[in-house]
């Protein structure tokens, strides 16, 4: 049986899906937008600000699952431009100092019209 994770202190799904769902001892995250839970708005259009914003939404989803970015062992990273790789990476560095797996691709927009979107896959064991 799938166990699904939810907290208020990430945003909540904006479609018929769930935060993260556990498989054996592998947590699913769905792709984290740089949405502020507490008002339900899109962070500003700074690419910075809504990558810093992501990371925190994933903490907050990792946490509720008793994780940490130490768990994470693959991303995939959305970018509607990747003009804004480096500033990116920058705070993604900052985050994921573990060095987990990871894919980054521009696509040609986001939901909300977000700058970016990440996916997140961790492991328990």
């Known amino acids: 049986m799938l166990n699904r994770i939810s907290t208020p202190k990430a945003p909540a799904a904006i479609g018929p899906y769930s935060q993260a769902v ?11 937008m740089p949405i502020i839970p507490a008002t339900g708005e899109l962070a500003p ?9 992501i990371m ?8 509720e ?3 940490t970015q130490e768990n994470v062992v693959k991303t995939t990273c ?4 990747m003009a804004n790789f480096a500033a990116f990476n920058a705070v993604y560095g900052e985050y994921f100092t573990s060095k987990p797996a990871r894919s980054c691709v ?3 927009e986001l939901p ?7 996916e ?6």
């Open 22 to 32: 556990w498989a054996g001892d592998f947590l699913y995250l769905s792709g984290m």
């Open 45 to 53: 259009a700074k690419i910075a600000v809504q990558a810093d914003q």
């Open 56 to 63: 925190k939404n994933i903490e907050a989803v990792l946490s």
């Open 65 to 67: 699952a008793g994780l």
């Open 78 to 81: 959305f970018l509607s431009d």
């Open 106 to 108: 521009a696509v040609k």
């Open 112 to 118: 909300k019209g977000a700058l970016v979107e990440v």
């Open 120 to 125: 997140v896959i961790a492991y328990k064991g």
